[in-house]
């Protein structure tokens, strides 16, 4: 999991997350879930929401201004959901 990652998950969900909560979305330690949602809060990229009671969390609105996912954009310009052979594909030539 890094940033990029996480903040898209968050977007996609829209969902508030406290540092427990994303690292159990990707199933990471709470260490790397902390130092994610700090890395949001700091990059002025993400525009968020945050609530401080009763416990601490985190939404993402937007990521650099988009409202979208990336996956919600290919979809839309493709006009149908993507095959998972070709997201699969996709995933594994980023790492």
């Known amino acids: ?47 968020i929401i945050e609530e401080q009671h009763p416990v601490k969390k985190v939404k993402v609105i937007a990521i650099d201004g988009r409202r979208v996912t990336i996956k919600q954009l290919q979809n839309t310009a493709l006009l149908f959901k993507r095959p998972n052979l070709l997201v699969q594909e996709s995933n594994h030539g980023n790492r």
């Open 1 to 47: 999991m890094n940033t990029q990652e996480a903040a898209e998950r968050m977007l996609e969900t829209g969902l508030f997350y406290t540092e427990l909560l994303i690292a159990r979305e990707f199933g990471e330690s709470t260490k790397n879930g902390i130092c994610c949602l700090k890395s949001i809060r700091n990059n002025k990229r993400y525009t």
